[in-house]
């Protein structure tokens, strides 16, 4: 089964930026919407973003994202060590008719 | 509140069954997809399978097919996964979670349940 392309980490020092990307194709990325989830040890998921770019109430805004064609990608800057976590896209894929997740990427703050 | 609770951790013998459960509150049960998503110890979030709730038809990953039943029960407002001829890479932790398609995410998550798969 395919699943959306993510790099499995990233790291930078606090106070720095990052970004993450997330890897489709037409039947995923480039036809639906993209949602961001950060998810800390031992907990669920946390909705980050929905429909490409748009936040939650209490997400704060060092947090953004967008979509580019069959891509996207979440940012964060002014890290923070909170911010260590796993980050997964989420896009409906219309082949599957199902939701589908991205790899995970792992999230170090130096 | 809007919440997901699912049933207890489980341990249970290779070749055995396992049945989570997931009740809902605070919304309409009927009203949105529940998918069963897993998490192996260390692993990604993977999809199962889901089931619409109002009209009862499941969709399952390849990867689950002929060993997973998702059922939903609406009096109860309870859905529930079935995993069955368990093997020690079944060990994880798996999660409910509604699927909102207005906005193509995963609107509300349970607390995830822990099964291990141990001889």
């Known amino acids: 089964q395919s699943v959306l392309t993510q790099p499995p980490s990233v790291s930078a020092a606090p106070g720095q930026k990052v970004t993450i990307s997330c890897s489709g194709g037409?039947?995923?990325?480039?036809?639906?919407?993209v949602s961001w989830y950060q998810q800390l040890p031992g907990t669920a998921p946390k909705l980050l973003f929905y429909?490409?770019?748009k936040r939650p109430s209490g997400i704060p805004d060092r947090f953004s994202a967008s979509k580019s064609g069959t891509s996207a990608t979440l940012g964060i800057t002014g890290l923070q060590p909170g911010d260590e976590a796993d980050y997964y896209c989420?896009?409906?894929?219309?082949?599957?008719?199902?939701?589908?997740f991205g790899g995970g990427t792992q999230l170090t703050v130096l | 509140q809007v919440q997901l609770v699912q049933s207890g951790a489980e341990v249970k013998k290779p070749g055995a069954s396992v049945k989570v459960s997931c009740k809902a509150s605070?919304?309409?049960?009927?009203?949105?997809?529940i998918y069963w998503v897993r998490q192996a110890p260390g692993q990604r979030l993977e999809c199962m399978g889901y089931?619409?709730?109002?009209?009862?038809?499941?969709l399952f990953s390849q990867k689950f097919q002929g060993r997973l039943i998702i059922t939903r029960d609406t009096s109860a407002s309870t859905a529930y996964m079935e995993l069955s001829s368990l093997i020690s890479e079944d060990t994880g932790v798996y999660y409910c979670?509604?699927?909102?398609?207005?906005?193509?995410?995963?609107?509300?998550w349970g607390q995830g349940t822990v099964v291990a798969v141990s001889s």
């Open positions: 989420v896009a409906w894929d219309d082949t599957l008719n199902g939701a589908m």
């Open positions: 089931i619409n709730v109002a009209k009862g038809y499941t």
């Open positions: 979670a509604t699927w909102d398609g207005r906005f193509d995410t995963f609107a509300t």
């Open positions: 037409s039947s995923n990325i480039g036809n639906n919407f």
């Open positions: 429909e490409n770019n």
């Open positions: 605070g919304f309409t049960f009927s009203s949105y997809p």
